[in-house]
């Protein structure tokens, strides 16, 4: 067992690490799974494992031993869509009775799914030595019915009660009634029925011929009290859910070219991002990462859908719909809650419900409202969807109100931040760890804090909010929103540029003052449009030197820096969907290589990757011939806006932007990088139209083909 505490910060703690035990995710809606790669679950490492269901966990232990001991494990893994978890196992030398039963005697094929808050397991036995055999195994089982909070590290100084397990010849039912009120079941059906069940075993005793197989059911179903509990099987649950991710599929544009190993990238970053996408009530929404960000995120969600954007728009609409519904009405400080303000997350557990936690719905971030506005800009421009917006129209002017009268609370014309909730964020920009924000002598930055990069989406907000005035019939709020932001991008390059960093401040402080840190947070300046070129070209420089690129990805902090760690959270680290950000950046300032450096660090660091899955984040150390990248041991993965990465990395280089209601596609100075020589892309949609193209490299040169167009396509290559 590992020894996990939590600290105010809300930091995930441990003695442990995740990457010291092998773990499979699945998940489906708003329940997801980790197993061990034996399909076990078990309380080791971070204690993480276990089946969850709106932010509870239903199932803390399952075991499967053969006389005390474990099968050997022959292989693991998930099918390239993330549905199905497959464990090969044979049995361990072990006595059955007076006789020894010899390993490699009895395979077990082990097979698992998620589907309606239901997890489906087979496992079939068979026979493959001589001899006729009886084999005795147990199952362990339990359920804690632990918060995400408390597995995370939180303790709480009370909980609900458990109720005595309910149990007959093929279930178990264990309860608990919590704090809230609500009652949370897991009912355990074996099929068939177990030579003896108890509350926390089941013993069988299978007999099988040599050659002859037997197949043994498991389903673990979550139930909260209230809630809808699907009732059909294993084979139904199946189809159903093979079924839901092809819909899910059918979606995204086709992309494959002539690297196998980036196909596989680009194949589990489409099953990750299905796998973590969720139906909520206004339409589809990217969950933010397994095991500890397995629910909306303001922030996460505008980000992915802005990464891609060009491959599936439906993500993006799903994701302005729940944020418009979920916009703040009033004025809370103990949720950082204020009118227009977008949501940071919300939570669906005992502890948000009893507010032992904030995250209920929570408003700690300075950045979700500007991205919001970004997003709704970029998903008009992609789609051409004019119906769609005018209905967000006004959560568009109320995000612009906020900015103005509370993210601006001084009117210095700068966002800031500052916690007015006692359990909230400290910092509340995406990074978010409580020491990410300094000098240059290490001194903690004093809030309210103005960030860089914040600016920059300030801007870009007011620049996307006059694009959406216009094509509103609004043209006069069109043209001040522009003299805003050019203002802005005036003041901005004055108070934050440092010449002695040769950067942008990573922030300014509550007096003022400049944190004079090289960040990684100067990229997304690039992105949002708001550096100036003069400075673009020594950030572009910096970015990619040794003081920020290692080799596998650009660092958030420059080895420059006073508290530059590699092994932290926000201080040193490499995460892809920074690296995606910079890298469009770069693109846009006419840094195409630049670019590609990124995008071939963060390539090659997948290669060392398991099952070829972007994580959160990886460590910073520098790269060093013959070895992988440095693992972070208590990284998400998968984690969405990592998943979605590679489409922004990919679409930077192609200089590719689609214009759905002008219905054109533009591919402004495509290059590729080293390891790509062709690209395809299949159903690209732009408005109601879609096509195929392929672009390919020629004598150091890239051409782009346009194979097939369906609708009035207007196609426009800029050399």
């Not at 997948?606 to 041991?633: N, Q, T, V, W």
Request: hydrophobic share 40%; net charge negative.
């Amino acid at each position: 067992m590992t020894d996990v505490t939590q600290t105010d910060d809300y930091r995930i703690q441990a003695t442990s690490d995740r990457a010291a035990e092998c773990t499979r995710v699945l998940k489906e809606g708003e329940t997801f799974a980790i197993f061990d790669c034996h399909g076990d679950i078990q309380p080791i490492g971070l204690g993480e494992q276990g089946i969850f269901h709106e932010g509870t966990r239903f199932l803390s232990k399952m075991e499967l031993r053969f006389a005390g001991e474990r099968p050997l494990q022959l292989g693991s893994t998930v099918n390239k869509q993330n549905e199905f978890l497959a464990v090969d196992l044979m049995n361990p030398d072990f006595y059955a009775g007076d006789r020894q039963i010899p390993r490699d005697s009895l395979h077990i094929y082990r097979s698992k799914f998620i589907w309606k808050g239901c997890c489906f397991e087979q496992l079939r036995f068979t026979n493959f030595s001589l001899d006729p055999l009886e084999i005795p195994f147990t199952f362990h089982f339990a359920a804690d019915f632990a918060d995400i909070f408390e597995v995370r590290g939180n303790h709480r100084k009370e909980r609900g009660s458990y109720r005595p397990a309910e149990v007959s010849d093929d279930t178990v039912l264990l309860s608990y009634g919590g704090l809230d009120g609500v009652m949370r079941s897991t009912k355990i059906n074996f099929k068939p029925a177990p030579k003896r069940l108890k509350n926390s075993e089941a013993h069988y005793q299978i007999a099988l011929q040599p050659k002859e197989s037997l197949t043994l059911s498991l389903t673990v179903t979550c139930h909260r009290h209230g809630g809808a509990v699907f009732s059909g099987g294993y084979e139904e649950a199946l189809e159903e859910a093979r079924a839901g991710s092809r819909k899910l599929r059918s979606d995204y544009c086709e992309i494959s070219t002539d690297n196998d190993h980036f196909n596989l990238l680009l194949e589990r970053s489409q099953a990750d991002l299905i796998m973590m996408t969720s139906c909520t009530e206004q339409g589809l929404y990217p969950y933010a990462g397994v095991p500890w960000f397995s629910t909306t995120f303001g922030r996460d969600g505008i980000i992915t859908a802005l990464e891609m954007l060009w491959v599936n728009p439906e993500i993006a609409r799903g994701v302005l719909s729940f944020l418009a519904s979920t916009q703040a009405e009033r004025l809370d400080p103990e949720n950082d809650e204020e009118p227009g303000k977008i949501v940071h997350e919300t939570r669906m557990g005992e502890m948000a419900a009893l507010r032992e936690i904030p995250f209920g719905r929570y408003y700690g971030s300075v950045d979700s409202t500007p991205l919001f506005i970004i997003l709704a800009e970029a998903y008009f421009k992609c789609t051409g969807d004019r119906e769609f917006v005018s209905t967000i129209w006004n959560n568009v002017l109320r995000a612009l109100d906020w900015i103005d009268l509370y993210g601006d609370a001084d009117g210095d014309g700068f966002v800031e931040y500052a916690k007015h909730s006692h359990q909230g964020l400290v910092q509340q920009g995406w990074k978010d760890s409580n020491d990410s924000v300094f000098h240059s002598d290490g001194t903690l930055a004093d809030a309210p804090i103005a960030l860089c990069e914040v600016q920059g989406y300030v801007y870009a907000a007011r620049v996307a909010a006059a694009v959406l005035a216009e094509a509103l019939g609004e043209g006069g709020r069109g043209t001040q929103l522009r003299e805003e932001a050019d203002a802005l991008r005036r003041k901005f390059c004055e108070a934050f540029w440092c010449d002695d960093i040769s950067s942008y401040a990573l922030a300014l402080d509550g007096a003022k003052r400049p944190c004079r840190v090289r960040s990684s947070n100067v990229g997304h300046c690039l992105m949002s449009r708001i550096a100036a070129p003069e400075h673009a070209d020594l950030i572009a420089a910096q970015l990619t030197s040794d003081i920020f690129f290692t080799g596998w990805g650009v660092r958030t902090i420059a080895t420059t820096e006073k508290r530059y760690n590699p092994m932290s959270y926000h201080n040193g680290s490499i995460w892809p969907h920074d690296n995606a950000l910079i890298a469009m950046g770069l693109a846009q300032y006419g840094f195409r290589e630049a670019a590609m450096t990124v995008f071939e660090g963060i390539f090659d660091a997948s290669l060392a990757m398991d099952l070829h899955r972007l994580p959160e984040l990886f460590c910073g150390f520098k790269r060093r011939e013959d070895f992988s990248p440095i693992l972070y041991p208590v990284a998400c993965a998968p984690q969405a806006w990592a998943a979605a990465s590679v489409y922004f990395l990919l679409q930077g280089c192609m200089g590719l932007t689609v214009d759905g209601e002008k219905h054109q596609v533009r591919f402004a100075h495509p290059v590729l990088p080293s390891f790509l020589n062709e690209v395809r892309i299949r159903r690209l949609r732009v408005g109601d139209s879609t096509l195929d193209a392929v672009l390919k490299r020629y004598n150091g040169d890239i051409a782009v083909n346009i194979l097939r167009k369906e609708g009035p396509v207007e196609v426009i290559i800029v050399k």
